[in-house]
């Protein structure tokens, strides 16, 4: 089973600026996810990355906005860009991983705790 | 189109008695449904996942599903709640079941458990 690390844990930041969140893995992987949790809120996918070749962006979300990069098999990263106190979230990294019972299932990172002031 | 629906928000029950989180999945193909717990301040943990196998799957923790395709339905319970367990619980459906390394979750609105002592 994959072991995800995103960093930074968490971060305050002024309205307008950018952050970039990274997400390391243990193991090399496919594809990597990055997802939104708005304060009391689910899941909510932005964007499924794969090594080598541009983000896939969900509805809602655009590149601009959420550019990521992918540069190898174990790393990630997500940028929040301009970012408004709409923007505070929690945002998770998640892999694809064979699990414990050899099935295949979806690891996620302990995610980055994002507030814009 | 995929989508899941958590028809409780909140659930709450004594210590010692039984759980039941319900959750209903739509699916244009055969899905894999999972359930995942997330504790305050912690990463997402997967309890258990349905991949078309047995259609009553038993997970970590003593919780255990089953997948009803006739009631479109995939309940989470537990015959005895544990202080332990108080938690916000996902109802998550993925359609990309053959296709390992891409599967996009879409995620339930949450389930918050708590537990009464």
């Known amino acids: 089973s994959a072991v995800i690390s995103q960093k930074p844990s968490r971060d305050i930041c002024q309205r307008g600026t950018s952050l970039t969140i990274q997400c390391q893995v243990d193991?090399?992987?496919?594809?990597m996810f990055w997802y939104r949790q708005q304060p009391g809120q689910s899941l909510t996918l932005i964007a499924t990355?794969?090594?080598?070749?541009?983000?896939?962006?969900e509805s809602g979300f655009v590149i601009d906005k959420f550019p990521i990069s992918r540069p190898n098999l174990t790393f990630s990263t997500l940028t929040v860009s301009n970012m408004s106190p709409e923007d505070s979230s929690i945002y998770l990294c998640s892999v694809e991983d064979l699990g414990a019972s050899g099935i295949g299932e979806q690891f996620f990172g302990p995610g980055t705790r994002l507030t814009v002031l | 189109a995929q989508s899941v629906t958590q028809l409780d928000s909140h659930v709450s029950v004594s210590e010692g008695t039984p759980v039941l989180l319900r959750c209903n999945y739509s699916?244009?193909?055969?899905?894999?449904l999972f359930w995942y717990v997330q504790h305050p301040n912690k990463g997402l943990q997967l309890l258990l996942k349905y991949t078309s196998a047995a259609t009553l799957v038993k997970g970590i923790n003593g919780f255990e599903a089953e997948f009803k395709k006739s009631e479109t339905s995939f309940h989470l319970t537990k015959p005895s709640a544990h202080m332990s367990d108080a938690a916000e619980y996902f109802c998550v459906v993925s359609d990309n079941l053959l296709n390992f390394g891409n599967e996009k979750l879409t995620f339930g609105t949450g389930t918050r458990l708590t537990i009464i002592p």
């Open positions: 193991s090399q992987v496919t594809m």
């Open positions: 990355a794969n090594q080598g070749s541009e983000a896939t962006y």
């Open positions: 699916s244009s193909y055969s899905p894999s």
